[in-house]
């Protein structure tokens, strides 16, 4: 018999009675390599002199020990602190089937991942759990505009004012949104409140694996979910990382299946083709990139003309890029042929403004560093991946902004084929992302190509 215990106030679970060799195997179970090199040393989340791992891997622990006929006792001593919330459910937000599944098994398995296509509604299924439990919850976040995009929804969804810890604010109520950066840097330990649940929204990210490692430990939290679009991962230590913070995917919608209920647009795809008038001979990435994609006259001229194109149909216009230079050198293009355009940054004094102008129609266009993730925007029916790059999560989440519902037109998603050999095997990497999530709506409607330079055609 192995015990695995979760001591009260905890993350980590205990192994407890167990043969020495068996303490090995664990530690290579929960062991990865953090990238794909030779002579990675390879690392364990598996700790061998406390004998403990954490909670999220329970699961990954308890099959494996299974697996090799051990008789497994988890005694899981954390005790569900907390306040009752009676919040009152707005009966606008009527639960589709999917959602009521996903709460479903979410109260059953009290951790997990739940996989839910952007435009599916994953706000509302984590609000309807903490409503169903009506106990105070903890709901991490890691940007301003997610910050408050969360506290409008528990305000409106659960008629309780949100608490807000972040953007220089520390303000704790029974449902509190916090940014992650705020909790890390002034410590989880100052929060006053006792939590029954923490909810972290986007819990995909590669960039913030760490941090969310570190905050997901120092939460004892026994209920601990995390949301996300996206969260599958090619880097097993980021995978494990996230499944040790909040446990494994319990529940996943795919996107192809909103999309054939019609709870999403159903996409069209399009390619962008050009043909620079000189290769580049940087060796350096920046420099390659500022040079074949930011300051690529051909490359804009062709963006322009597509967003211009799509204007004129009657469609909102996100043109998603990675650097402020190059979203100020598309706007400057565009108002010379005619066309009103906006650019948002973080550096954007004002922000809030410009998105509203855009939902009311008023900016057709909008070129965007910002609005990859957790960003509502509904009204957005075409986006220009204009700045290049082969992260799958980033392309999923930013061409998600156009796939809500619109009456009579579909959605459209515009990618740029590079010549430049390097950029173009990013091209590849985006396309076989947008394959995977979107099966066969990838495939929905091929035409021959386009022979003309310059001009949209769909993917060869």
């Given at each position: 018999?192995?015990?695995?215990?979760?001591?009260d106030?905890?993350?980590?679970?205990?192994?407890?009675?167990?043969?020495?060799?068996?303490?090995?195997?664990?530690?290579?179970?929960?062991?990865?390599?953090?990238?794909?090199?030779k002579?990675?040393?390879?690392?364990?989340?598996?700790?061998?002199?406390?004998?403990?791992?954490?909670?999220?891997?329970?699961?990954?622990?308890?099959?494996?020990?299974?697996?090799?006929?051990?008789?497994?006792?988890?005694?899981?001593?954390?005790?569900?602190?907390?306040?009752?919330?009676?919040?009152?459910?707005?009966?606008?937000?009527?639960?589709?089937?999917?959602?009521?599944?996903?709460?479903?098994?979410?109260?059953?398995?009290?951790?997990?991942?739940?996989?839910?296509?952007?435009?599916?509604?994953?706000?509302?299924?984590?609000?309807?759990?903490?409503?169903?439990?009506?106990?105070?919850?903890?709901?991490?976040?890691?940007?301003?505009?997610?910050?408050?995009?969360?506290?409008?929804?528990?305000?409106?969804?659960?008629?309780?004012?949100?608490?807000i810890?972040?953007?220089?604010?520390?303000?704790?109520?029974?449902?509190?949104?916090?940014?992650?950066?705020?909790?890390?840097?002034?410590?989880?330990?100052?929060?006053?409140?006792?939590?029954?649940?923490?909810?972290?929204?986007?819990?995909?990210?590669?960039?913030?694996?760490?941090?969310?490692?570190?905050?997901?430990?120092?939460?004892?939290?026994?209920?601990?979910?995390?949301?996300?679009?996206?969260?599958?991962?090619?880097?097993?230590?980021?995978?494990?990382?996230?499944?040790?913070?909040?446990?494994?995917?319990?529940?996943?919608?795919?996107a192809?299946?909103?999309?054939?209920?019609?709870?999403?647009?159903?996409?069209r795809?399009?390619?962008?083709?050009?043909?620079?008038?000189?290769?580049?001979?940087?060796?350096?990435?920046?420099?390659?990139?500022?040079?074949?994609?930011?300051?690529?006259?051909?490359?804009?001229?062709?963006?322009?003309?597509?967003?211009?194109?799509?204007?004129?149909?009657?469609?909102?216009?996100?043109?998603?890029?990675?650097?402020i230079?190059?979203?100020?050198?598309?706007?400057?293009?565009?108002?010379?042929?005619?066309?009103k355009?906006?650019?948002?940054?973080?550096?954007s004094?004002?922000?809030?403004?410009?998105?509203?102008?855009?939902?009311?129609?008023?900016i057709?266009?909008?070129?965007?560093?910002?609005?990859?993730?957790?960003?509502d925007?509904?009204?957005?029916?075409?986006?220009?991946?204009?700045?290049?790059?082969?992260?799958?999560?980033?392309?999923?989440?930013?061409?998600?902004?156009?796939?809500?519902?619109?009456?009579?037109?579909?959605?459209v998603?515009?990618?740029?084929?590079?010549?430049?050999?390097?950029?173009?095997?990013?091209?590849?990497?985006?396309?076989?992302?947008?394959?995977?999530?979107?099966?066969?709506?990838?495939?929905?409607?091929?035409?021959?190509?386009?022979?003309?330079?310059?001009?949209?055609?769909?993917?060869?």
């Open positions: 018999m192995v015990v695995l215990r979760i001591p106030g905890s993350a980590l679970v205990k192994v407890e009675k167990a043969d020495p060799q068996l303490y090995f195997k664990i530690y290579d179970l929960l062991s990865y390599r953090k990238d794909f090199g002579w990675e040393k390879p690392e364990s989340l598996y700790d061998p002199y406390e004998r403990t791992f954490p909670v999220g891997l329970l699961p990954r622990v308890k099959k494996f020990l299974n697996s090799r006929g051990y008789r497994v006792r988890v005694k899981d001593e954390r005790q569900v602190r907390g306040v009752k919330l009676n919040s009152t459910w707005n009966g606008a937000y009527a639960l589709r089937r999917y959602q009521e599944r996903a709460v479903r098994k979410a109260l059953r398995e009290r951790m997990g991942v739940l996989s839910l296509p952007v435009g599916s509604g994953k706000t509302v299924v984590g609000l309807r759990i903490i409503h169903e439990l009506d106990l105070s919850a903890l709901i991490v976040v890691h940007t301003k505009e997610l910050l408050y995009q969360w506290a409008d929804k528990v305000r409106e969804v659960l008629g309780v004012e949100p608490g810890v972040g953007d220089n604010r520390w303000e704790e109520r029974g449902v509190t949104v916090a940014m992650i950066q705020t909790l890390l840097s002034r410590g989880a330990d100052k929060l006053r409140n006792d939590y029954a649940v923490v909810m972290f929204d986007e819990c995909h990210r590669t960039s913030a694996a760490e941090k969310f490692y570190r905050l997901g430990l120092s939460l004892p939290q026994a209920y601990r979910f995390g949301l996300s679009a996206t969260p599958w991962r090619r880097v097993r230590g980021e995978e494990i990382k996230i499944e040790a913070v909040v446990g494994p995917t319990i529940f996943e919608v795919k192809e299946d909103m999309i054939r209920e019609r709870f999403l647009a159903r996409p795809f399009e390619v962008i083709t050009y043909e620079s008038k000189m290769p580049s001979f940087s060796e350096r990435y920046k420099e390659l990139y500022e040079e074949m994609v930011m300051n690529n006259d051909e490359r804009n001229r062709a963006i322009v003309e597509k967003a211009v194109e799509l204007a004129r149909k009657g469609h909102r216009v996100l043109i998603d890029v990675r650097r230079e190059h979203g100020k050198i598309l706007k400057e293009m565009l108002e010379k042929e005619g066309v355009a906006e650019f948002l940054s973080s550096q004094p004002n922000r809030w403004g410009i998105l509203e102008d855009f939902k009311e129609g008023k057709p266009v909008l070129i965007s560093t910002l609005l990859k993730e957790g960003v925007i509904p009204e957005i029916s075409a986006i220009i991946l204009a700045g290049g790059g082969k992260s799958d999560i980033m392309t999923i989440q930013t061409i998600g902004r156009a796939l809500r519902p619109k009456k009579g037109m579909k959605a998603i515009v990618d740029v084929q590079d010549d430049d050999p390097l950029l173009f095997t990013h091209f590849i990497e985006r396309q076989k992302a947008l394959k995977q999530y979107y099966g066969k709506y990838y495939d929905s409607e091929l035409e021959e190509d386009v022979p003309e330079k310059g001009r949209p055609r769909k993917r060869p």
